[in-house]
């Protein structure tokens, strides 16, 4: 069973910074893609930046040079380091993986946090 867990929300003032983290857990034999998902209320889960090993990492437009998706293979982390923040920023993040768990040709498996609160307000 593989966990992904989330960490780092919170309540920031417009303007500020929050980094989000999220680690993968269990027995698996690698991770591809992962990526960043928002939902603000009333509306529909996003894509936020997503990371995919030797490939340059996507990100959704209104985000684009105020954040900076990272991860750390060998702690099976990602990272979303959220600068200049604003209020519509405020949603329920989400952390998304493929993960192969043998080294079989069986397909990778999609799984999903729980998700960490982020609110942008003075």
């Known amino acids: 069973q593989v966990q992904l867990v989330e960490s780092g929300g919170g309540l920031v003032q417009p303007g500020g910074s929050l980094r989000l983290s999220c680690t993968a857990s269990?027995?698996?034999?690698?991770?591809?893609?992962m990526g960043w998902y928002r939902q603000a209320p009333g509306k529909q889960r996003e894509l936020v930046a997503d990371?995919?090993?030797?490939?340059?990492?996507n990100y959704l437009d209104s985000v684009k040079g105020r954040f900076t998706i990272s991860r750390d293979n060998a702690k099976n982390t990602m990272y979303l380091q959220m600068n200049s923040l604003k209020p519509e920023d405020t949603a329920v993040y989400y952390c998304?993986?493929?993960?192969?768990?043998?080294?079989?040709?069986?397909?990778?498996?999609?799984?999903w946090g729980q998700g960490t609160q982020v609110t942008v307000s003075s």
């Open positions: 269990g027995r698996f034999f690698s991770i591809y893609t």
């Open positions: 990371i995919s090993s030797g490939a340059s990492p």
């Open positions: 998304n993986a493929d993960v192969k768990l043998h080294f079989s040709s069986a397909p990778a498996l999609n799984y």
